[in-house]
């Protein structure tokens, strides 16, 4: 693993605005990754509460009818997606300067503020400040994963990912279905609950998450690199980094297909109800979660990161293929079933990056992988929701409404050839 030097840590580069006061942190026996992954779960879980009773608040505030509230909704992801895009250096950078304990519990502090905002708005405005808000606070997730590469090893840093990534995915299966039930109550309550839920987290947080970065692995913030063109910088000056980020700018932008187009996609090719879509996005997650939670850590310690991160994404090809061509409904928990294994893409290229970074820049690496998934966020969308669209309006030259698959499979192709292609780890061969 790269080290930097006291010296290199603590002087700033000339012009450039640094913070080299590191304060004492006090150490704690108390193992972090228990409360690291129940917030990236409850974390989760308060996204996903308020998505079943989102379209009804736009509507209710914003007097439309439901195609109209769907481009609003659009726009309330574009207000948190780019905030966050923004923001995650910053926070990354902040937690490699003040440790990951304040910033991670400063962040659950705003997302309680936030669903506040949201449960009480009077107008549509309020909810845009609330997401603008949460964006702008989006440093759970990179603030998370540093903490677990952290307190993890080198070779068991795909596995911690891995539990990461399972806990996102079983958040994505508790959330809505919570949030559909206290949707009953009316289009408030979710906001109310996932206020308090953030809340609770926070006061559990304050408590018995200790920090996990030790004052002498800290280092100055510097602005020029808590932006994301600066932290793309100082990331990729690592050897062997830039291969990787490009990669995995291509796969997550191929995984947008599902939460950009996946209900759309289904009901016009199977016709199905929402029950079904919701049915179908659930067991996705829990697929997910089993490949992530119990079988990562297994599978790369027997043939590595590099060789998992190809094999997830060949099996995330395969399935997008597979949705192109399958023309039953039952067929696809068939794919999905046999895709659960592109869980293992993301989680073994982060940790890769991860293990070639330095102990005092994790937080940096993470906050550009939230970057990336932020951005992705706002370009899948524009690029593969318009694509579905046009492809299925009644003027289209040619009706294909796989054609969003269609761009996901040539990205994830993209990604394949990228990881092949890159530097393979000592002593390993594909």
């Keep these: 693993m790269l080290r930097v030097s006291s010296e290199e840590r603590r002087e700033p580069v000339a012009g450039t605005l640094s913070l080299c006061h590191s304060p004492a942190m006090t150490q704690s026996g108390r193992s972090p990754t228990l409360f690291v992954l129940t917030t990236i779960l409850i974390d989760t879980m308060g996204f996903g509460i308020v998505l079943p009773v989102l379209p009804q608040l736009v509507m209710t505030l914003s007097h439309v009818g439901l195609a109209e509230a769907t481009r609003i909704g659009g726009w309330l992801l574009v207000a948190y997606a780019l905030p966050q895009f923004l923001m995650a250096p910053v926070m990354g950078n902040l937690s490699d300067h003040f440790g990951r304990r304040p910033v991670l519990l400063i962040s659950l502090i705003g997302f309680a503020v936030n669903y506040l905002l949201m449960a009480f708005a009077p107008t549509l405005a309020w909810l845009f400040i609330g997401r603008v808000i949460t964006g702008i606070c989006g ?143 659930a067991y996705t997650g829990l697929t997910l979660a089993l490949v992530q939670g119990l079988f990562i850590g297994r599978i790369v310690e027997k043939i590595g990161e590099h060789r998992a991160a190809i094999i997830g994404v060949a099996t995330g090809i395969a399935g997008f293929i597979g949705f192109l061509l ?79 698959f269609a761009i996901a499979t040539l990205a994830a192709f993209v990604t394949l050839i990228i990881l092949i292609r890159s530097r393979q780890r000592p002593g390993e061969a594909l």
């Design 326 to 404: 399958i023309r039953e409904g039952w067929m696809v928990f068939a794919v999905m079933t046999v895709i659960a294994v592109q869980g293992l893409a993301f989680p073994s290229m982060n940790a890769m990056m991860s293990q070639k970074m330095s102990a005092d820049t994790q937080g940096e690496l993470q906050g550009l992988t939230t970057s990336i998934n932020a951005l992705t966020s706002i370009a899948g969308p524009l690029v593969l929701n318009e694509s579905f669209a046009y492809f299925t309006d009644r003027d289209a030259p040619v009706y294909f409404p796989g054609a969003a």
């Design 139 to 281: 440093a759970v997730p990179s603030t998370a994963m540093a903490a677990l590469a952290d307190s993890s090893s080198a070779e068991n840093r795909a596995r911690a990912f891995g539990l990461a990534g399972a806990g996102f995915g079983v958040g994505f299966i508790l959330g809505p279905a919570i949030g559909g039930l206290l949707g009953e109550l009316g289009p408030r309550a979710p906001f109310y609950a996932a206020a308090a839920i953030a809340g609770i987290n926070f006061v559990y947080g304050s408590f018995f998450f200790p920090e996990t970065l030790a004052p002498e692995r800290r280092r100055c913030f510097e602005l020029r690199r808590a932006n994301p063109l600066g932290a793309l910088m100082s990331v990729t000056a690592r050897p062997g980094i830039l291969p990787l980020a490009v990669a995995a700018v291509f796969w997550t932008f191929a995984m947008q297909v599902y939460p950009a187009t996946w209900s759309f996609f289904t009901i016009e090719r199977f016709g199905w109800s929402p029950g079904v879509i919701g049915a179908s996005l």
